[in-house]
């Protein structure tokens, strides 16, 4: 299947045509305009599991928190306000405390192009040639990577793609001192004039297998003025 538009993406399963869903079939995008049906729906997109649990987190509103509802926005507003790093590591500002070069280190926005390989489940391979994958933003910290992607709204499920790729790029880096790569979804949504971020994170028990996805953790901050 062919498509000039590489841009266009599915990010969750109710983007799907109706006559896809209804004989549960999904598309995985290859690089180069190039498509591929997979059957299984469930082996493409993963549901968001419930968030138990809740954190009233003091905010002091900045002047740019609000200017846009774009992802790099989300993620820059959750790690300003040390979400980001209260979510990972339990703690924020002791980090201040310490030695510049023990601090955890953020990676900005970037796009980059690749090749990947992975199956889903024990028998479909797929081949993806050329692929641009977009990182929104990693932290790294005692050789812990951690990748981000964020969403506005209340989707209640997501392409495992979107962390799943990014995922395998730093695997196949082979980067030396690296030990554990995660992955962790933000979504933002503004409920009774609140914003909430909540956070999901997973990784990948069989690294070249996009199925094996498991959850780790999840928390909803709640941004109290």
Same mark, same amino acid.
């Given at each position: 299947?062919?498509?000039?538009?590489?841009?266009?993406?599915?990010?969750?399963?109710?983007?799907?045509?109706?006559?896809?869903?209804?004989?549960?079939?999904?598309?995985?995008?290859?690089?180069?305009?190039? *498509?591929?049906?997979?059957?299984?729906?469930?082996?493409?997109?993963?549901?968001? /599991?419930?968030?138990?649990?809740?954190? %009233?987190?003091?905010?002091?509103? +900045?002047?740019?928190?609000?200017?846009?509802?774009?992802?790099?926005?989300? $993620?820059?507003?959750?790690?300003?306000?040390?979400?980001?790093? *209260?979510?990972?590591? %339990?703690?924020?500002?002791?980090?201040?405390?310490?030695?510049?070069?023990?601090?955890?280190? =953020?990676?900005?926005? *970037?796009? =980059?192009?690749?090749?990947? +390989?992975?199956? $889903?489940?024990?028998?479909?391979?797929?081949?993806?040639?050329?692929?641009?994958? /977009?990182?929104?933003?990693?932290?790294?910290?005692?050789? &812990?990577? =951690?990748?981000?992607?964020?969403?506005?709204?209340?989707?209640?499920?997501?392409?495992?793609?979107?962390?799943?790729?990014?995922?395998?790029?730093?695997?196949?880096?082979? &980067?030396?001192?690296?030990?554990?790569?995660?992955?962790?979804?933000?979504?933002?949504?503004? %409920?009774?004039?609140?914003?909430?971020?909540?956070?999901?994170?997973?990784?990948?028990?069989?690294?070249?297998?996009? =199925?094996?996805?498991?959850?780790?953790?999840?928390?909803?901050?709640?941004?109290?003025?």
């Amino acid at each position: 299947m062919g498509n000039p538009f590489d841009v266009t993406k599915i990010d969750n399963k109710e983007k799907l045509p109706e006559i896809l869903r209804k004989n549960d079939f999904a598309v995985i995008h290859l690089g180069s305009g190039k *498509h591929q049906f997979i059957k299984g729906i469930g082996k493409i997109f993963h549901q968001f /599991e419930k968030n138990e649990k809740v954190i %009233e987190w003091k905010y002091r509103k +900045s002047l740019l928190n609000e200017y846009n509802s774009s992802e790099s926005n989300i $993620l820059s507003v959750a790690n300003n306000q040390r979400i980001l790093h *209260h979510f990972l590591f %339990e703690k924020d500002n002791e980090f201040d405390s310490v030695d510049i070069l023990q601090r955890p280190k =953020t990676y900005f926005p *970037h796009r =980059t192009k690749t090749f990947l +390989s992975y199956y $889903l489940g024990e028998n479909v391979k797929v081949e993806l040639k050329n692929i641009q994958i /977009e990182i929104d933003l990693t932290i790294e910290f005692n050789g &812990i990577v =951690t990748v981000f992607e964020a969403k506005n709204g209340k989707p209640d499920n997501f392409s495992i793609y979107q962390i799943y790729h990014t995922f395998l790029y730093y695997h196949n880096a082979k &980067i030396e001192g690296v030990k554990e790569i995660l992955c962790v979804y933000v979504v933002k949504t503004i %409920e009774k004039n609140i914003t909430n971020l909540k956070l999901w994170s997973y990784t990948f028990e069989k690294p070249f297998d996009i =199925t094996s996805i498991k959850f780790l953790k999840s928390t909803n901050y709640k941004l109290i003025s």
